[in-house]
């Protein structure tokens, strides 16, 4: 299905609804992650007659777009440790590609119960530990740092090759809970990191052509605004507006998770 059909199957009226959906999706992954759990669900729920690899694709096309933009409004302000991110970055690559090439092979639902435990943890400790994420919290030597980050690489890039919704948020997670980052350093790190978790999982699946490249390119433009806006919002808002997007996403993530679960186990 090209660009044509869509526009006369689905109309004008759903493609500007995408068009605010992405931007929505791009402002919230810019500030916290987790964009994905927005834009992939109304592509699914009103694009039914496209191939699920092909909205799969062309959902992380416009992801990378608006990804690449936050990224770099945070490069321009945050001080990297670049020795660590690129570890990081390394391995995300690596178990991000691998995650999509197996993608085939394992069922993401038998991963559900687990992922639904872990966030309903991380929703509890964030609304008590108020300063949870206020501030850099460890002093980690730079060995722990690196093997740690490369864990959280390997994990979080592999979840993301494979399933995806929701990666920006874990990474955000795994760095202020593992490493002890604010929630303003935890988002900048994980906009660069989320680069590479795209960009390796589009290697494998961009040389198919399974991709709408004009329906790509309406969310990818705003997804790219929101982007911009969001990481604006971040860097003059700082760690308590972050915190609040987050527990947010969390939620809504919780509440999509437990909606999953409860579906599976009734079928």
Not at 1 to 23: H, K, P, R, W
Not at 44 to 50: R, T
Not at 88 to 115: H, R
Request: aromatic share 14%.
């Amino acid at each position: 299905m090209n660009f044509e059909e869509i526009y006369s199957t689905y109309g004008i009226l759903t493609l500007a609804l995408l068009a605010v959906i992405a931007f929505t999706a791009g402002f919230i992954d810019a500030v916290v992650g987790g964009g994905g759990l927005i834009q992939l669900p109304f592509l699914l729920i009103n694009f039914p007659k496209i191939p699920l690899p092909v909205i799969f694709v062309t959902n992380k096309i416009a992801a990378l777009c608006g990804t690449a933009v936050s990224a770099a409004r945070y490069a321009r302000q945050i001080k990297f440790n670049f020795k660590l991110l690129g570890v990081i970055s390394f391995f995300c690559f690596i178990a991000s590609f691998a995650g999509a090439k197996i993608i085939n092979l394992i069922n993401p639902d038998v991963l559900k119960p687990l992922i639904l435990v872990i966030l309903v943890a991380v929703a509890i400790y964030t609304f008590l530990k108020k300063n949870f994420g206020a501030a850099h919290t460890k002093n980690l030597s730079e060995n722990k740092q690196l093997l740690f980050g490369s864990l959280i690489g390997l994990i979080v890039g592999f979840y993301d090759g494979f399933f995806g919704p929701g990666t920006g948020s874990f990474f955000v997670l795994g760095f202020v809970f593992v490493l002890g980052f604010d929630f303003l350093h935890a988002s900048a790190y994980a906009k660069i990191v989320n680069c590479i978790t795209n960009i390796s999982a589009l290697i494998v699946f961009i040389k198919d052509g399974n991709y709408i490249l004009g329906l790509a390119l309406i969310m990818a433009a705003f997804n790219m605004a929101g982007s911009f806006i969001g990481s604006h919002m971040a860097l003059k808002r700082g760690n308590g507006f972050i915190r609040v997007i987050f527990l947010v996403i969390v939620s809504i993530m919780i509440v999509k998770y437990g909606y999953d679960v409860f579906a599976d186990w009734k079928k």
